[in-house]
């Protein structure tokens, strides 16, 4: 499985290269723009082909769902603590972040997947994961019923690595937001996962 999490800076033609990305294989893109309005995520959606609603995972808005047949919620660390997906778990298909692999295995079942990171030294967040521990962890996973998906610094030259660990899939931000040709950034890192 291979993921895109949205830059929270806008880049130029954002959503025309996410229209894209989808078209090239694109499995999901999650939708993380922290502060956006609830009226500029409805024209951000918008502007996403329609076709494309069921791949999309909000972070934020969650009501917007109903409006836009979107059936999939990603919760912080921080809300899952403080039970707000508990309402989202009927007939929607929820994910969450985690930074170690102990509270990954403590997950119920009700998680499609999580998001652990950071992976490798992140490249949107410099200095973020420097003397990370996650990849030695992953030998003590032993939660069967939930995904993990590998996040932080994953590029195409390290992707091999992080999926050789047994993660589930692999979730993009810096590496496609950041590169002068981003969609040709993801199809090369569609290729490995593809192999």
């Known amino acids: 499985m291979i993921l895109v999490i949205t830059p929270e800076l806008s880049v130029v033609n954002e959503t025309g290269i996410i229209n894209e990305l989808f078209r090239e294989g694109l499995d ?3 939708i993380r723009k922290p502060g956006i309005r609830r009226n500029e995520m409805i024209e951000y959606i918008k502007e996403i082909d329609e076709s494309f609603y069921p791949k999309l995972v909000v972070h934020q808005h969650y009501d917007l769902g109903e409006d836009f047949r979107i059936s999939r919620f990603h919760f912080r660390e921080a809300d899952r603590q403080e039970n707000i997906h508990r309402s989202f778990i009927n ?3 929820i994910s969450t972040s985690v930074h170690n692999i102990t509270t990954f295995n403590n997950l119920g079942e009700e998680w499609e997947y999580v998001f652990i990171s950071p992976f490798f030294p992140s490249i949107s967040k410099k200095g973020y994961g420097e003397d990370s521990t996650v990849i030695e962890e992953m030998k003590r996973r032993d ?3 939930v995904k993990i998906i590998a996040l932080g610094g994953i590029h195409q030259q390290n ?9 589930d899939g692999v979730a ?3 590496s496609v937001w950041e590169a002068d ?3 040709e950034v993801f199809k ?7 192999q």
Not at 188 to 194: E, K, L, T
């Open 172 to 174: 993009l931000l810096g």
């Open 181 to 183: 040709q981003p969609i």
């Open 188 to 194: 090369r890192c569609r290729r490995i996962i593809s």
């Open 143 to 145: 939660n069967p019923n």
């Open 28 to 30: 999901l893109l999650h």
């Open 159 to 167: 992707m091999q690595k992080a999926l050789d660990t047994g993660v």
């Open 91 to 93: 007939e929607n298909r």
